[in-house]
């Protein structure tokens, strides 16, 4: 095991700088620390839909995709550092047909919802579609490995997949969006 944390505060950031993993101070908003902050932002979503998914494949890879999120965050944090490559995406890609095809033909588009489950799983890949704009926009100014964006564009499809499979948890259904509604009813006089 690496370093033991025997106290949890340094006290070191206090006047707004963090250090990357290199040991480089750095401000806490600076454009690479947004980045590794979404990504924690977004395994921690995934650690709240994981709250709501019983023991499955689904969770399983849940769980590992929190592991491959934790190696990119310190990926973005030590500079040079590459822990994603092509067989992550060629997984999840395999994961994501492999759930897709549990599903009935899509009609309309989902609205996020149906339970906690799927309703978390929503957060989760909004979350991981901002995750990807803060890279893309990281990019512009420093290199970004093109794999970990790739990675997040698939885990976000995944992420869509996933909700669906959980809205149907317990007998529970998706809400499609209906284009042509009625006008919402006005309360009683």
Not at 93 to 105: A, I, K, R, Y
Not at 109 to 135: K, S, Y
């Amino acid at each position: 095991m690496g370093h033991r944390l025997t106290r949890i505060y340094t006290r070191t950031g206090d006047e707004g700088t963090t250090a990357l993993g290199d040991g480089t101070r750095v401000d806490k908003n600076a454009p690479r620390v947004a980045a590794y902050g979404a990504l924690d932002e977004l395994n921690s979503h995934i650690g709240l839909v994981l709250a709501h998914v019983p023991s499955s494949p689904l969770r399983d890879c849940l769980t590992e995709i929190q592991h491959i999120l934790f190696d990119l965050g310190g990926d973005l944090c030590i500079l040079g550092r590459r822990s994603i490559d092509q067989r992550h995406i060629d997984w999840l890609e395999q994961w994501l047909d492999h759930f897709n095809t549990q599903l009935p033909w899509l009609d309309d588009f989902i609205l996020p919802g149906g339970n906690p489950a799927a309703a978390h799983c929503h957060v989760a890949r909004t979350v991981c579609r901002r995750a990807e704009r803060v890279l893309v926009s990281l990019g512009k100014t420093e290199p970004v490995d093109h794999l970990a964006l790739a990675y997040l564009n698939r885990l976000s499809d995944f992420l869509f997949v996933a909700a669906r499979i959980l809205a149907r948890q317990d007998g529970g259904q998706e809400i499609t969006w209906q284009p042509k509604r009625p006008p919402p009813s006005l309360p009683p006089h």
